[in-house]
């Protein structure tokens, strides 16, 4: 007898995004090209809460990534201090559209996206702590984000359960930070 008690359901989910999230790595494309069909889409929607820009667009056709729907993704996502645009890391995409599916949720409020150098320097001086000296915000592989409806304790534990990068939370502010560096946690874990 299968053992379907929803904690048994949620690590099948978790593994199922694994591979879901590491498509763009060719295992699932190639599987979907063998059979003549293509892999889903991949769609996102955002707000800025900082701009109030909202977003809602696809960006990855179930073949491979669109570069003008990347860029306008990478303009949503500048240094609003600076306006400064960087390329951010689609995997980071990803990761969100893993996280969107899995909770259930529909846009993405934005806290934090790309941070120029000097806009990470004046946060370093004037933020109160929790910003690196070397943020992978600078690097657009990071961004830190609430989903509506979705408690941040949930988003943070889905986050963590795909294990595809940093995942850091922070309860007094209400986000969680999410980035495609190497796989780790900060923050409270009760919360």
């Not at 999230?21 to 769609?43: I, Q």
């Not at 529909?106 to 943020?135: H, Q």
């Amino acid at each position: 007898m299968r053992n379907h008690t929803p904690c048994h359901i949620l690590r099948r989910r978790r593994l199922m995004l694994k591979g879901f999230v590491a498509a763009p790595l060719g295992l699932r494309f190639a599987t979907a090209r063998a059979a003549g069909g293509k892999a889903p889409e991949r769609e996102l929607s955002f707000r800025h809460t900082h701009t109030d820009e909202r977003l809602e667009i696809v960006y990855h056709d179930g073949r491979g990534y669109l570069p003008p729907a990347l860029q306008r993704i990478d303009r949503l996502l500048r240094d609003f201090r600076t306006g400064e645009v960087q390329a951010m890391d689609p995997q980071l995409f990803d990761i969100l559209h893993a996280l969107r599916i899995t909770l259930g949720g529909g846009t993405f409020e934005i806290i934090s996206a790309y941070r120029s150098p000097a806009t990470n320097d004046m946060l370093r001086k004037t933020g109160g702590g929790g910003v690196a000296k070397r943020s992978l915000h600078m690097d657009g592989r990071a961004i830190d984000v609430r989903l509506p409806g979705v408690p941040t304790t949930s988003l943070r534990d889905a986050a963590i359960g795909l294990g595809l990068g940093g995942v850091g939370y922070y309860p007094e502010s209400d986000f969680v930070h999410i980035d495609t560096g190497a796989v780790r946690a900060w923050g409270p874990r009760t919360a």
